[in-house]
């Protein structure tokens, strides 16, 4: 299975503030990777495909970045409604596998 | 619009199997493969398997292999989840969610289902 890695579990910052999540895979993934958004007792809802791809209407302060085991997801200046958890997932091969996970909190 | 629409929750003993259904509307059912996720109280994501809707054909996680059952229903645009011989660590939420086409991401969830397992 390809472990998927996220780094940090936890990020303290302010609104307005840069930020960049990492991830890795443990093996080349080419650019087969997603991350996700998700909200307390919410589903996740789709961010970013194919590395660097927006989904349709993910606000543009949203990027992401990386191709084989090193990605990045970059969030240019926090909103409020951004201090929730992120996930990166790799859909290259089965079993598709998930970060554990990046919490945001407000500093 | 597209909608993923889940079943409602469910408790159940140890030992005991759930069915949870995903039914979908707002597309062309056959068009796109649904896959099934869970998560565990205050955990990460847990990807369990796949069924391609015009096939029927399906693959699991290693570790589901043997205890769930993922099957559709083309006549109401319906997919299932079985999982049995359950056990305390399979509480969790169970998501369907459409893949944008075949083995690719996902781009639409369900609301998700609790189920609980206790005795």
């Known amino acids: 299975d390809i472990q998927m890695t996220q780094s940090p579990s936890t990020l303290s910052a302010s609104i307005g503030d840069r930020v960049t999540i990492s991830c890795r895979a443990s093996?080349?993934?080419?650019?087969?990777l997603a991350w996700y958004q998700q909200k307390p007792g919410k589903a996740p809802q789709l961010l970013i495909y194919?590395?660097?791809n927006l989904q349709g209407g993910v606000p543009s302060r949203f990027s992401g970045s990386g191709s084989e085991t090193e990605f990045t997801l970059t969030i240019s200046s926090l909103q409020p409604d951004d201090f929730v958890t992120y996930y990166c997932?790799?859909?290259?091969?089965?079993?598709?596998?998930f970060g554990q996970g990046t919490k945001l909190e407000i500093k | 619009q597209v909608q993923l629409v889940q079943s409602g929750a469910e408790v159940k003993k140890p030992g005991a199997s759930v069915k949870v259904s995903c039914k979908a509307s707002?597309?062309?059912?056959?068009?796109?493969?649904i896959h099934w996720v869970r998560q565990a109280p205050g955990q990460g994501l847990e990807w369990m398997g796949i069924?391609?809707?015009?096939?029927?054909?399906?693959d699991y996680a290693q570790k589901f292999q043997g205890r769930v059952t993922v099957t559709r229903d083309t006549s109401t645009n319906t997919v299932y989840m079985e999982l049995s011989s359950l056990r305390s660590d399979d509480t969790a939420v169970y998501y369907c969610?459409?893949?944008?086409?075949?083995?690719?991401?996902?781009?639409?969830w369900g609301q998700g289902t609790l189920v609980t397992v206790s005795s």
């Open positions: 969610a459409r893949d944008v086409g075949q083995d690719e991401y996902f781009d639409y």
């Open positions: 707002g597309y062309t059912f056959t068009s796109h493969y």
């Open positions: 069924i391609n809707p015009i096939t029927g054909s399906t």
């Open positions: 093996l080349s993934i080419r650019d087969w």
């Open positions: 194919r590395a660097s």
């Open positions: 997932q790799q859909y290259q091969s089965y079993p598709y596998t």
